[in-house]
Antibody
Framework: EVQVVESGGGLVQPGGSLRLSCAAS????????MNWVRQAPGKGLEWVSY????????QYADSVKGRFTMSRDNAKNSLDLQMNSLRDEDTAVYFC????????????WGQGTLVTVSS | SYDVTQPPSVSVSPGQTAIITCSAD??????ASWYQQKPGQSPVLVIY???KRPSGIPERLSGSNSGHTATLTISGTQAMDEADYYC??????????FGGGTKLTVL
């Protein structure tokens, strides 16, 4: 069974940092691109970042570019999102999402981890 | 930026057909996918590559994509279909873009 499980969310002050992790199982992790998608309270889905299967290609939404860094460890089947210079508007549930590949749809989603940026 | 537009809400009576649209420039040249999200749950893929249904998704959900509009159609809508629906499009410059979401209400 395919599973992606996020962890690392919590309360952080504006300007602070937080590192989210995603543990993958039930599939050949090294063969799939991955994404982070977030959802602010009561709002819609927002794509945050993408990493290719090898980790060589990364893309970021303009709203997080220069502040967030996505990485992966294929040997450990894990994915990370380092979030720096956090702002109030980064408050959201963050989902780790498997990318289908060529057709670019998101076929498996984690349960999400809540990040709250507040003083 | 690449803008993807959905109606904020759609209402339908049980048993009727619900149509949810997703509009963007030259959307028909790209693949659209659709996601269903119920309160407190993670999104679930319901349509991919414009028209395909993942295993376990009822046949009453179908998709199409042409011109500037992708469409999710739910035939014989049931109470269990009440949810938020999002379309997703990949743009070569912007990368992934979600529509704003459509709240489907089954009256």
């Amino acid at each position: 069974e395919v599973q992606v499980v996020e962890s690392g969310g919590g309360l952080v002050q504006p300007g602070g940092s937080l590192r989210l992790s995603c543990a993958a199982s039930g599939f050949t992790f090294a063969s799939y691109s991955m994404n982070w998608v977030r959802q602010a309270p009561g709002k819609g889905l927002e794509w945050v970042s993408y990493i290719s299967s090898s980790g060589n290609t990364k893309q970021y939404a303009d709203s997080v570019k220069g502040r967030f860094t996505m990485s992966r460890d294929n040997a450990k089947n894990s994915l990370d999102l380092q979030m720096n210079s956090l702002r109030d508007e980064d408050t959201a549930v963050y989902f780790c999402v498997r990318d289908s590949g060529t057709s670019r749809y998101f076929d498996y989603w984690g349960q999400g981890t809540l990040v709250t940026v507040s003083s | 930026s690449y803008d993807v537009t959905q109606p904020p809400s759609v209402s339908v009576s049980p048993g009727q057909t619900a149509i949810i649209t997703c509009s963007a420039d030259r959307l028909g040249d790209k693949y659209a996918s659709w996601y269903q999200q119920k309160p407190g749950q993670s999104p679930v893929l319901v349509i991919y590559e414009d028209t395909k249904r993942p295993s376990g998704i009822p046949e009453r959900l179908s998709g199409s994509n042409s011109g500037h509009t992708a469409t999710l159609t739910i035939s014989g809508t049931q109470a269990m279909d009440e949810a938020d629906y999002y379309c997703l499009v990949w743009d070569s410059i912007t990368a992934a873009v979600f529509g704003g979401g459509t709240k489907l209400t089954v009256l």
